[in-house]
């Protein structure tokens, strides 16, 4: 699987915060770095997120309920799971209302990541 480095976040976070408005900078630099380490957990050998589609909804719930950045948290998690998804070979077949819709149930506690999980799953396929 190929993964993103902490410094390709950071980039990302930039190009998002200049392209769309918002406050740059980090929150939190260990609610990040949890965020990014949480989706490659390993217990007794074995993946704890064991597909990409688990690792991408990982990383990305992780980066919108850790709140590592000043601004920008929800952009950013949808960024990267959208990536993890593309650069891993597997295709994303949702409406954008919908996707966001997702979003904000995940940020604002109405999902919770198995919630986040299913909405998904079914909609992430191989290219």
Known sequence: MIYLTQNQVLKLHDKIINEFGGIHGIRNEAA???????????????DLYPSVIDKAVQLCFGIIKNHPFLDGNKRLGLHLMLILIHI????IDIAHDELIDII????DGT???QDFLQAL???IKES
Request: proline share 3%; no cysteine; net charge positive.
């Open 32 to 46: 990040l770095q949890s965020a990014l380490a949480n989706p490659l957990q390993t217990f007794a050998g074995l």
């Open 88 to 91: 891993n070979g597997l295709k």
């Open 104 to 107: 904000f149930k995940v940020a």
């Open 111 to 113: 999902f919770n990541r």
């Open 121 to 123: 799953k079914e909609k």
